[in-house]
């Protein structure tokens, strides 16, 4: 396969394309000492005001999560990414990133944060007048109003620009007057600052306003039961003959299904790492459990069983972690780049981030998967204490559900995946043509084996070019076999976007490991090529399974036979003992009695 030797930094969707050298990716052994401190602060502020009241919080004690945000506010964690002329700390991406990673252990107060950092402060940062940034960040910023999303409708989900929340011009041209009805918001029962989504007269798209509760006509359900997060707020919301500001307008008419969007970017991305917190401290509490629990004679976590959970869960949220800070490094690039062009710094993080959408959509799924994925494995080593409402890993089970759906459905962001980079391939962003028209003409060729591999990371990098080949070969099939009913095909668009997030976290982590390698040499990391080696391991087994189920429901004859064979080439993988590899990670978290890489 042909890569790109470019100098120019890299875009979304084109590691598929271009290999990357470990040098030029962020990993997390390198976090500045600021960075470091700030996570500190999370984690004694979780310390502090959430573990002690996690069943008030679930209870919903009058006024509770409001003061915990307030705290919050006061310590600067509600605007670490805000600049700080507008009351924030003016940090990069990667230091919100990381704050976001570590309340991720917060349970239902980081679905609270999440609404009010992400989308209650984010549409009036970015696309906020500044009039009305001045008017309102500031007091979101110290907590002292508190802030929520409004988009979603009883008959609009996934499908967000048909709300049919309304908004019309008044006589005098002064104000708009807005009627509707909005569900499932976060923050909803004690907000004070509303993002509503409405769209004017019979417009296409949607537009956004900023309300707040000095305005009549905004009126609250009572709280929704929910399975999980039920300490958090969640609400549906009716607007009434509501009088807002015309100055009130977010951007632009018809631009709100544009903020949605890229709002719903950082949404997801976010998303990754807090659920990526959520998954270190569950799996903490896993190995303390098992540490403890007596059975025959000695500790749970001496047998193999439990062992070979451990390690699973270890090694899927290293892999997780890897890609994230990737992503947010390459983020944080592309905003300085386009604010160094002489971008206004807000427009630049819009368009540094929506650059990376298609691995927003990937860090997205594959970090909910990965919690999915812990909490229950969490749950089975304690086995019937995990049922059991007195422990944490039940709370954790129920709360972790729900960001599967949360930021769109992992199903949605799966179709968004494939579709935005095949999008940038019609634009012309990426050139996906090339190489897999190379790769079509590899199967017709007689295979080439090459020398062999002068190290264990050359063949893990011949891997992953495997890897993107055979991504390539099934999205390009399909894409030439269906044509125009692509899109109808919900079933072949998953199974490539599972190949595609597999292929870019396993190419996330192997780079990762390398570069620790010469940072530190590779004696410190032979538990990390462990890692390396199940999930490559791993990564071949679930890559050739999507593409078989790929290629078996639009290819026939021939063909199917030819790339078959090609996908099987594409993901062969060394043997090793994998049982082995396991219990080594499982063991040095056992004996740490924490998750500790």
């Known amino acids: 396969m042909s890569t790109t030797t470019q100098t120019k930094a890299i875009t979304g969707g084109e590691f598929l394309i271009r290999e990357t050298s470990a040098k030029d990716i962020f990993i997390p052994e390198e976090f500045s000492e600021e960075m470091r401190s700030m996570r500190k602060m999370c984690e004694d502020f979780i310390a502090q005001e959430i573990t002690p009241k996690l069943d008030a919080i679930d209870h919903q004690e009058e006024g509770l999560m409001q003061s915990i945000i307030e705290k919050a506010g006061e310590l600067g964690l509600l605007g670490v990414s805000v600049p700080e002329e507008l009351g924030g700390l003016g940090m990069d991406f990667k230091t919100s990133m ?5 309340l991720g252990a917060a349970n239902s107060f980081s679905v609270a944060y999440g609404a009010q950092t992400g989308i209650g402060t984010l549409p009036t940062l970015y696309y906020g007048s500044d009039f009305l940034k001045k008017k309102y960040l500031p007091k979101i910023v110290s907590g002292e109003w508190k802030a929520c999303y409004c988009l979603t409708e009883p008959s609009s989900g996934s499908d967000a620009n048909s709300a049919k929340t309304k ?17 499932w918001i976060t923050n909803g029962g004690f907000a004070d600052v509303f993002t509503v989504f409405a769209k004017i007269d019979d417009d296409e798209n949607l537009s956004a306003f900023i309300l707040d509760s000095t305005m009549e006509g905004i009126t609250r359900n009572p709280e929704e039961k929910k399975m999980g997060i039920k ?13 807002v500001p015309v100055e009130n307008m977010l951007s632009e008419r018809q631009n709100g299904f544009k903020i949605a969007v890229n709002i719903l970017n950082i949404g997801r991305i976010k998303l990754g790492g807090g659920v990526l917190g959520g998954s270190k401290d569950t799996l903490t509490d896993a190995i303390n459990y098992a540490n403890e629990r007596q059975q025959f004679g000695r500790p749970i976590a001496k047998y193999g069983a439990i062992q070979h959970k451990i390690g699973d869960m270890a090694i899927r949220i290293f892999a997780c972690e890897s890609a994230l800070y990737r992503a947010t490094q390459n983020i944080d690039d592309a905003i300085e780049s386009l604010a160094a062009s002489g971008m206004e710094k807000g427009q630049a993080v819009l368009k540094g981030i929506a650059s990376f959408a298609p691995e927003c959509a990937i860090l997205k799924v594959f970090g909910s998967e990965v919690l999915d994925f812990v909490v229950d494995e969490a749950v089975q080593i304690h086995g019937g204490m995990g049922y059991s409402a007195e422990t944490r890993v039940e709370r954790a089970y129920r709360d972790s559900r729900i960001n599967r759906i949360f930021e769109g459905t992992n199903e949605i962001n799966r179709l968004l995946t494939v579709d935005m980079i095949l999008k940038k391939a019609l634009k012309g962003e990426l050139d996906l043509m090339t190489p897999a028209m190379k790769v079509a003409g590899e ?6 084996f090459g020398d062999t591999p002068s190290s264990p990371f050359e063949q893990y990098h011949l891997n992953i070019i495997n890897f993107k080949k055979a991504v390539l070969m099934v999205a390009g099939a399909a894409v030439q076999k269906l044509a125009a009913t692509m899109n109808k095909e919900q079933e072949v668009l998953m199974t490539v976007a599972d190949m595609i997030i597999q292929t870019y976290v396993a190419e996330s982590l192997l780079l990762r490991i390398e570069k620790l390698a010469s940072m530190n040499g590779e004696s410190s990391i032979e538990l990390h090529k462990d890692i390396l080696r199940v999930f490559m391991y791993d990564s071949a087994e679930k890559i050739s399974s999507a593409g078989k189920e790929a290629l078996l429901s639009f290819a026939t004859g021939d063909e199917l036979r030819m790339m078959m064979m090609g996908l099987r080439r594409f993901t062969k993988s060394e043997p090793f003992n994998i049982k082995d590899a396991r219990r080594n990670i499982a063991q040095k978290l056992i004996a740490d009695n924490r998750y500790s890489f």
């Not at 990381?98 to 570590?102: G, I, K, T, Y």
């Not at 199967?443 to 080439?448: E, T």
């Open 231 to 243: 300490g958090s707020s969640t609400r549906q919301l009716f607007f009434n003959n509501v009088k």
């Open 98 to 102: 990381l704050c976001a990673e570590a």
């Open 167 to 183: 908004a019309v011009l008044s006589e005098d041209g002064k104000h708009y007057i807005i009627n509707g009805q909005k569900m």
């Open 443 to 448: 199967l017709m060729s007689i295979p080439d």
